[in-house]
């Protein structure tokens, strides 16, 4: 067993950035994910393992540098919370465009706007449905726990470098805050220059050698016909990403009269309403989908089917709904219950909706 | 009818093109600037023999496609954000030379931010800036730096400071920067000045190799399309126009 810590889910993140040998960290400070540079320049990895921090002018910076970092071969990543985000946005359709692995967390607050400093899950369409321009995906990795935010930079790097894409770590300011145990992952070294040019030359720049052709990182293409073509290829990309790499949490399903779906800091809570309507004779299961892109439709649709309701339960107005009625397509009734803006429900708030909702 | 064949031997050849440009054809308009500078980096690339360390960094504008024409690992950047991409490129290959080209919109609109800020932190890089005074690209819009009384498309009856403020030097506001070791405007419109100008390219990169922080190199440039001048008027537009705005020489040198 590993290293076993009490920890905040912003510190875990740099910790494992750390430890999964991460190159370069590129940031700027928003609440409530700042723990997260804060934390590296505290460690100075630089003096350990190599590994670089940069606090950026903005957020359009430092998604750029990671743009640059990633060109390069290397594993970079960057942290921010919705503001943010969106600054983030035209950076992350270029990487998306220029099929270029790279992790970014969103420690997700209230909006719009300025917004509020609490926990919110109101940019799951953000995340999930893009954000930049295009036609483009991110795979998106919702955490529910600290010791899944140290698991997740593991996992999205692997993800990343698998597909050549960005991977989004969406947590929300109750994850990034809290202090939970959390088993760290010994060190793992980083990838020296010799091993990216053996991994990575065929497409990064580590320097044209005799031996290739100049490498060109790009999202240009003047002719339509050809962006069409690139377009169908980075699809059947993803396309393998979601017969792959679907990820979700089943609980208490088998049994089921009705399911709730949520997703991070919210299934933690619906965990606790399950309790409460077990207790009261209501045999209530939950999905927990893992990876909001790809999202678990399959596995929610077969569940689904064989209960008389779904809640989905999430810290916004209603946006995961629409992907679990999409999946369900009008088998059995899917009703939506949130708070918004920074305003967290309670277990008891969530069994009240799915008697009102959903039980009747 | 008889035939003249010129041999190609190694002692009637005068001119031999760098194997650091690209045989590609260029796209761009015949009396542009932009394609002179190119084959001036290209030509010291290979003179330091770094063809095999160089990154270059290329912008949104005209030069986007200057990846089609140098043979080095290039990195295309959103627009204006080729200063942030260098920046990680430099600090995640310290050893290696990583460069930036852009164009005034680039650089001076869009890219301000990022483009004082990797000064300011005297990234040990080096910034080719193409100052042509207007949106070439896009068809000939108004830039930061396009002069008073300058029309262009969207500023059709001549730049009003009134209502779009002042040409903007950003070569004279960079060098205040610590970070910055060597500012220079160059320009490439004849023999002389091309000669200069690749002296300037060479001695900002040899700056980045050595560490010393950021070179900033600006070349007042000609967009005979954008300005709808023949090659030749435009030259010298820009000598008698745009170099008494912008004066050419080094104004930084540590
Ligand atoms: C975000 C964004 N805004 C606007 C544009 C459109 N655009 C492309 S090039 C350009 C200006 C280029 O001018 P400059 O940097 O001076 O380069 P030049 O073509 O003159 O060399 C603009 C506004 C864009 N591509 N992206
Ligand atoms: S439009 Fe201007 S900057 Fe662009 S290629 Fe033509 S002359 Fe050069
Ligand atoms: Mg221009």
Known sequence: MGEVKLMKGNEVIAEAAIRCGADGYFGYPITPQSEVMETLMERKPWETTGMVVVQAESEVSSINMVYGGA??????????????????????????????????????????????????????????????????????????????????????????????????????GVIGQMMEKVELAEQRPRWTDEEIVKMHSSWACTGKTADREGNIITSLELDPYAQEQFNYKIFEKYARCEQEDVRFEEYMCDD??????????????????????????????????????????????????????????ELNMGQMVDDVRLAVNGAVPVEHYGRTGGAVYTPDQVYDALKNKIIK | MAEYIVEKTKENLVYSKTPVLKDNVMHYCPGCSHGTIHKLIAEVIEEMGVQDKTIGVSPVGCSVFAYNYLHIDWIQAAHGRAAAVATAAHRLYPEKLVFTYQGDGDLAAIGTAESIHVCNRGESIAVFYVNNAIYGMTGGQMSPNTLIGMKTATCPYGRDPQLHGYPYKVANFVCQLPGVCYVTRQSVHTPAAVRKAKKAIRKALENSLAGKGLSFVEFVATCNSGWKMSPVQANKWMEENLVPEYPLGDIKDE
Request: with cysteine; proline share 6%.
């Open chain 1, 256 to 313: 089921a009269d009705y399911l709730i779906v949520a997703f991070g800091s919210s299934a933690r809570i619906c965990k606790e309403t399950i309790a409460i309507a077990r207790a009261n004779g209501h045999k209530v299961g939950l999905i927990r989908p893992i990876t909001l892109w790809p999202f678990p439709s399959k596995k929610i649709a077969e569940v689904a089917q064989k209960t008389k309701g779904v809640l989905v339960a």
């Open chain 1, 71 to 172: 060109a390069c071969g290397k594993r970079v990543m960057t942290s921010s919370s919705s503001p943010g985000i969106s600054l983030m946005c035209e950076g992350l359709t270029y990487l998306a465009g220029a099929e270029l692995p790279c992790v970014v967390v969103n420690v997700t607050r209230g909006g719009p706007g300025l917004g509020t400093i609490q926990p919110a899950q109101s940019d799951y369409n953000q995340a999930v449905k893009g954000g930049g321009h295009g036609d483009y995906k991110i795979i998106v990795l919702a955490p529910a726990s600290v010791q899944e935010m140290h698991d997740f930079v593991f996992d999205a790097f692997d993800l990343a470098f698998k597909y050549r894409n960005p991977v989004m770590i969406l947590s929300d």
